[in-house]
């Protein structure tokens, strides 16, 4: 109980943060200051801030729960891919949206998109599929921190409830602190993270008696596959690679890169963000392979035997019987394991807290969304000329709170994995979307009507995607179902871990499309006026 | 010409990310660390060199002289 003692002060300490920062701005219910902090976080915040709002649960407790079943691939598919794409994309796109806010006052995606291709209901049509995709987002939040509490309380604290109170807690200083709180917030849980996932590596290395022996057992066991990457194709592995592109596609990092003092802060921000991945991720896949030989837990011992039945029966069983299984296996709460076997009390409260600190990060998303509502929607309607600034801020956090509610609801029924859920519908749909910022920023010719066939294609392939996994139960570890391959070419299958087109994750053609799309389209309809064009790029229209 | 060597040097990055030469090997560095784990953390430092190279060589100081002609003394006024 004593770590689960721990966790709660420590999100008091977080409202506290988020409820300071209010007291701060009491007095000034403009939007600007409370959706974007004014746009006046200084460089050591908004590094910190920006990267803490992409450490999810996903990259804590989905990153050591895949590494723990598939190796240390987990590492190169999403971590050091991130350390290159992500950081070129806020150099190339960041900056560039960065300069347009401030020129031309802009607090989201849609107002610039509206503006660059002079439109308006599609600009309502791309926030709708902003919305859709960002929400599963919030609900990874919200199941880590279920997760996490139920695991660090010995099962004390149900999923429920702790999903319940992690909701809270960020609903509140969210309500309370909008882009202050939530920067400072995440401020002060990277930092945490930063250092207790340090501490954390050290004790539970100590704990195992060294990770030299039990790196060197691993390696002569007939799991020395997770030593390597073995487990995931060379197609798969270079999929992922197109996954980082949602990164600068995600309202709230975009919403993010407007709230920067100076264009300078982004330079910290690029140079240091692989660092900061590796810092956290290494140790996180490297736990989570190393978990494999923690054989006296009997938690780590029943997931092992779920996995192995599995890989061995599970093209004999019914669907439901290998989803249970693998949901036995699922490796979400190893981190918490370890931490439960090697920490003293007190230590795992702290380090505890340290995962907590990551999983929390859907604020970000919940006040992005709550921008957007406000912003594309209330004020672009008019709701802002008729009511006032007050009102539109007051809208945001009764969204707020409703968003919050609406993604506990949607958490406490959601079947699929941390990591699955995140990566088949919010991250490949952000990927997807990513050639309109290319577009807008880069290509003088492109149109709104390629923006609308690019936020259609997106909304549907994410549809058919979802559809088909649902259809099409998984099939057991193993080769995956061939569902069409006209003239012997698998075009289409169903693999474990999801849908395959070509042997590529459907994100490869999504995002191809997606870029097909906006360029046959675009070459095809009228542009935006030559006054606007120049407005973007200066000079007059090619 | 910087800009150029700056291109494939992104494209040779995310080319070596691949590297298929390390993807059955389970040697271990230092004796606990699987070498393909390392090959990846040292990518990670690798891309952390490259974006400093881009900010030092091709940021793009223009945008920042555009605000500043749109929106002149804000730096004063805050």
Redesign the interface.
């Known amino acids: 109980m004593i770590p689960a003692i721990v966790v709660f002060l420590y999100l008091a300490t977080v409202l506290y943060i988020g409820i300071f920062a209010f007291r701060r701005a009491r007095g000034r219910e403009e939007a600007e200051d409370y959706f974007l902090a004014s746009r006046?976080l200084g460089p050591f915040v908004f590094l910190f801030s920006l990267f803490g709002t992409n450490m999810t649960a996903f990259a804590i407790l989905g990153s050591s729960g895949h590494a723990f079943s598939n190796g240390?691939?987990t590492?190169?598919l999403m971590?050091?891919?991130s350390?290159?794409v992500i950081?070129?994309t806020i150099?190339l796109i960041g900056?560039?949206i960065?300069?347009l806010g401030?020129?031309y006052g802009f607090m989201t995606p849609v107002q610039m998109f509206r503006d660059r291709w002079e439109c308006s209901h599609i600009g309502t049509v791309i926030f709708a599929v902003q919305a859709v995709l960002l929400i599963p987002y919030i609900i990874i939040g919200i199941m880590g921190g279920g997760t996490t509490l139920n695991t660090i309380s010995g099962e004390l604290v149900p999923f429920w409830f702790g999903g319940a109170i992690v909701a809270m807690v960020v609903m509140s200083y969210v309500f309370f602190g909008g882009m202050r709180g939530t920067a400072w917030v995440n401020t002060f849980q990277t930092v945490l993270f930063l250092c207790f996932g340090a501490i954390a590596l050290i004790v539970i290395g100590v704990g195992m008696g060294?990770?030299?022996s039990?790196?060197?057992a691993l390696?002569a066991s007939p799991m020395?596959?997770l030593?390597?990457?073995?487990r995931i194709s060379?197609y798969y592995?270079?999929s992922y690679?197109f996954i980082p592109l949602s990164a600068i596609a995600f309202p709230h990092i975009l919403i993010f890169c407007l709230t920067a003092?100076?264009?300078?802060q982004f330079?910290k921000t690029?140079?240091?963000?692989?660092?900061c991945?590796?810092a956290i991720w290494?140790p996180c896949?490297?736990l989570g392979?190393m978990a494999n030989r923690v054989t006296d837990v009997p938690e780590i011992r029943q997931k092992q035997e779920a996995r192995r039945v599995l890989a061995t029966q599970g093209r004999t069983m019914e669907p439901e019987a290998r989803d249970h299984l693998r949901e036995e296996s699922a490796g979400d709460d190893v981190i918490m394991i370890l931490l439960k076997r090697y920490a003293p009390l007190w230590l795992a409260g702290l380090l505890g807290a340290g995962i907590m600190a990551a999983v929390m990060a859907s604020d970000s998303q919940i006040l992005a969304l709550s921008t957007m509502f406000t912003e594309d929607v209330f004020a672009f309607y008019g709701g802002k000329t008729r009511f006032g600034e007050t009102v539109q801020v007051q809208t945001g956090r009764i969204f707020i709170i409703l968003i919050t509610l609406f993604a506990y609801a949607v958490a406490l029924r959601a079947p699929e994995t941390i990591f699955e859920l995140a990566i088949q519908y919010a991250f490949s749909g952000y990927a997807s979307l990513s050639p309109l910022l290319v577009a807008a920023l880069f290509w003088r010719g492109s149109t709104k009507w390629g923006a609308l066939a690019v936020a259609v294609w997106t909304a549907l392939a994410v549809a058919a995607v979802a559809v088909l996994q649902e259809i099409v139960p998984a099939p057991a570890p193993g080769p995956a179902t061939i569902l069409w391959a006209p003239g012997g070419v698998e075009v289409l299958s169903r693999t474990p871990g999801g849908t395959a087109v070509f042997g590529f994750m459907p994100v490869v053609p999504m995002v191809l499309i997606s870029a097909l799309l906006m360029i046959v389209v675009s070459l095809m309809t009228k542009k935006p006026a030559a006054s606007t064009v120049a407005k973007y790029f200066g000079g007059q229209n090619r | 010409m910087k800009k150029i060597l700056l291109v494939v040097a992104v494209v040779a990055l995310y080319i070596l990310h691949q590297d298929i030469w390390f993807w059955r090997s389970s040697y271990l560095v230092f004796g606990f660390i699987p070498i393909g784990l390392f090959y990846q953390g040292m990518f990670s430092v690798a891309a952390a060199l490259l974006m400093w190279l881009l900010v030092t060589f091709a940021w793009p100081s223009h945008l920042e002289k555009e605000v500043e002609k749109a929106n002149p003394g804000e730096d004063e006024a805050r």
């Open positions: 006046s240390i691939v590492f190169g971590a050091s891919s350390g290159l950081p070129l150099f900056t560039r960065w300069a401030k020129k060294g990770f030299r039990a790196a060197q390696q020395s596959s030593l390597t990457r073995e060379p592995f270079f690679t003092r100076k264009m300078n330079r690029v140079i240091f963000y692989p660092l991945i590796l290494l896949v490297f392979v």
